[in-house]
């Protein structure tokens, strides 16, 4: 085989690489969409959702949220009381019912957006306005004094001296607390 038999070959697979490419790019485009966009799939609003589900079988209400009606809709009263920014066109039962199932449930921010019927935005914006911000730990690096013993008590499961530090923080990144022993 000559070597122009052999260039026209690798041109030719370039060309249908870059059409596949093209291809792949323009489908992606077309199935992301943008995330301010509602996806309403049902007649069903969020807050006739959530108020349909509240109104029903308490195991339901229990599985999904893991509190009672009742207990629901006194943390929603509670929320409202210390003044939960609600903003928005959100009712609170809507703010409630996504922030417990995101932690009792694992939910994703997609699974919200097709239960509740909004847009990844206004979820995501929920979300924000139910938490105060982010808690973590981590181990910083220690030295303690001399004594072979207390260095012992400091070690931390990969063998190094560590002090344990647990730290809060709001979503502006300032630290709201923190915790070290």
């Avoid at 690798?10 to 323009?26: D, L, P, S, Y």
């Avoid at 210390?82 to 703010?95: A, K, S, Y």
């Avoid at 004094?145 to 990144?173: C, L, M, P, Y």
Wanted: charged share 25%.
């Amino acid at each position: 085989m000559s070597s122009d038999d052999e260039n026209t070959k690798e041109e030719k697979r370039r060309q249908c690489n870059k059409r596949i490419a093209i291809w792949w790019f323009t489908a992606a485009l077309h199935c992301a969409g943008d995330s301010r966009t509602l996806r309403r799939d049902r007649d069903q609003s969020g807050a006739q959702y959530i108020r349909e589900i509240l109104r029903g079988h308490a195991a339901v209400v229990q599985a999904n949220y893991r509190l009672t009606p009742a207990n629901f809709r006194l943390l929603g009263d509670e929320l409202l009381a210390r003044g939960l920014n609600l903003g928005g066109d959100l009712i609170i039962e809507e703010h409630v019912g996504m922030f417990l199932q995101l932690v009792a449930q694992g939910a994703t921010i997609r699974k919200l957006c097709l239960d509740f019927q909004h847009s990844e935005e206004t979820v995501s914006r929920s979300l924000r306005e139910d938490a105060l911000g982010a808690i973590d730990g981590t181990h910083i690096p220690a030295f303690p004094d001399s004594h072979e013993t207390f260095k012992e008590r400091w070690k931390n499961r990969k063998g190094n001296v560590t002090q344990n530090v647990i730290a809060a923080v709001d979503f502006n990144g300032n630290f709201l607390t923190v915790v070290s022993g």
